[in-house]
């Protein structure tokens, strides 16, 4: 089963506006239009059975709608597993918690750019030591160094040190734009790499050392629809690494497993 684990779906009253934040962001022109039977169309011109839909509050009053929304989503289209959100700084985390749970939502996305926290908050702990039976996904990473950014690969090796059962991914091959930080302080930890939103930007020797120095095991294809779609991502993760459907069967399992789980 062959599963993109980084992408997005929004609501369709909010889909338009949030692909042009997304631009105005990151610079880059969205390739879709981030509405759910546009992300479903492209992933099955990509041969993909399942997606990661991933949602992210960036306010505390967001918490509730964006996690019906991603409830929603699960219980509606078989092809997705939908990770939800919590705010830190919303009231009722803990009853959202149970909520998601039983939804049946597996995991928690957590991006501290847009949600405005730093990752190494202290007021950042009670939430994650009350939410380790999830999977935690991080947006890792920016154009900032890493000591002036809200997210960075150290100070997602400080959580994992802190939390060493909880499972872990860092999208972006550990930290966008900040991958040779991500070399020195994840690489080879028990701790997921997907591969969304790094093929046009990483130097093609540090993309083969992270290949090299990683966990093949702790590998993720991930396309972060709607910025990217899911063909062309794939394709790009082929030749740069000079993979083959064989390869890439060891991501699809690892996807698998760590759902299951």
Aim: include cysteine.
């Amino acid at each position: 089963m062959r599963t993109d684990f980084h992408t997005h779906a929004f609501h369709p009253k909010i889909a338009s506006k949030v692909c042009e934040q997304l631009h105005d962001h990151y610079g880059a022109c969205p390739v879709g239009d981030g509405t759910v039977e546009d992300l479903l169309a492209r992933a099955r011109a990509a041969g993909i059975d399942t997606v990661v839909a991933l949602c992210a509050a960036t306010v505390p009053a967001q918490m509730l709608p964006a996690n019906d929304f991603a409830i929603h989503l699960q219980a509606t289209y078989p092809q997705i597993r939908a990770f939800g959100t919590v705010h830190p700084y919303a009231a009722g985390w803990e009853q959202e918690l149970d909520r998601l749970r039983a939804a049946g939502i597996k995991g928690l996305k957590f991006h501290p750019e847009f949600q405005g926290f730093w990752m190494d908050d202290p007021m950042l702990l009670p939430l994650l030591e009350a939410s380790q039976d999830f999977i935690w996904m991080f947006h890792v990473g920016d154009v900032a160094p890493p000591e002036q950014n809200p997210s960075c690969p150290i100070k997602l090796g400080k959580i994992l040190d802190q939390f060493p059962d909880a499972r872990v991914v860092a999208a972006h091959l550990g930290g966008y734009r900040q991958w040779e930080c991500a070399l020195e302080h994840l690489a080879g930890r028990d701790v997921w790499f997907d591969t969304s939103s790094s093929m046009p930007f990483i130097r093609q020797e540090t993309l083969e050392t992270i290949f090299r120095k990683h966990d093949p095991e702790r590998m993720l294809f991930g396309s972060d629809y709607p910025l990217f779609d899911p063909t062309t991502s794939m394709r790009e993760l082929e030749t740069r690494l000079g993979l083959d459907e064989a390869a890439l069967e060891g991501c699809w399992r690892n996807a698998e497993t760590l759902l299951a789980g």
